[in-house]
T-cell receptor
């Protein structure tokens, strides 16, 4: 069964304290891995797409990396406005030849000033 | 551009009532989808559409109907509301079903009593 596991479930950081969020997956036929940010009461907002192992993407204080089994979202010198829930989603081919997108449960990040 | 617009933002129904959640996008995306988000679970796909006149079931379709008469609109109908359908519903669209990031609306919070 295709699975996407995000860890930790929740993370508290002090402003400026860098850390990483993890998204591990067990799927065959990876077609893409997506990172989203979700603020309370809002829909998820797209951050990055990664397609193959070794790929990296950066945006401001965020950097996403991908291996064959997991992805990391590195947050460098976070600010309080980075507080949100970060979602990972993996798109994979199924045995029947169709595509499936599986979301993780998310990591709730809180950055204290 | 408004992106993906969902109405209403909040709704309370009694068991057995029916209603339609509206979704419209102005990005000319062919792919549209409906998800539900429940505490402690990842986003789950209810129904999706790859173009006007074409719809298909997702992971949790029971109790919901959809139609796609135009590229822009993709309403979700609850036929006979049940307390198990209490959730936050998100509509999302993308350029294509595979490999393209989803653009989400801000959700409809539905409570069924």
């Amino acid at each position: 069964e295709d699975q996407v596991t995000q860890s930790p479930e929740a993370l508290r950081l002090q402003e400026g304290e860098s850390s990483s969020l993890n998204c591990s997956y067990t799927v065959s036929g990876l077609r893409g891995l997506f990172w989203y940010r979700q603020d309370p009461g809002k829909g998820p907002e797209f951050l990055f797409t990664l397609y193959s192992a070794g790929e990296e993407k950066e945006k401001e204080r965020l950097k996403a990396t991908l291996t064959k089994k997991e992805s990391f979202l590195h947050i460098t010198a976070p600010k309080p406005e980075d507080s949100a829930t970060y979602l990972c989603a993996v798109q994979a081919s199924t045995q029947g030849g169709s595509e499936k997108l599986v979301f993780g449960k998310g990591t709730k990040l809180t950055v204290n000033p | 551009n408004a992106g993906v617009t969902q109405t209403p933002k909040f709704q309370v129904l009694k068991t057995g009532q029916s209603m339609t959640l509206q979704c419209a996008q102005d990005m000319n995306h062919e792919y549209m989808s409906w998800y539900r988000q429940d505490p402690g679970m990842g986003l789950r796909l209810i129904h999706y559409s790859v173009g006007a006149g074409i719809t298909d079931q997702g992971e949790v379709p029971n109790g919901y109907n959809v139609s796609r008469s135009t590229t822009e609109d993709f309403p979700l109908r609850l036929l006979s509301a049940a307390p198990s359908q209490t959730s936050v519903y998100f509509c999302a669209s993308s350029y294509s079903r595979v490999g393209s990031p989803l653009h989400f609306g801000n959700g409809t919070r539905l409570t069924v009593t």
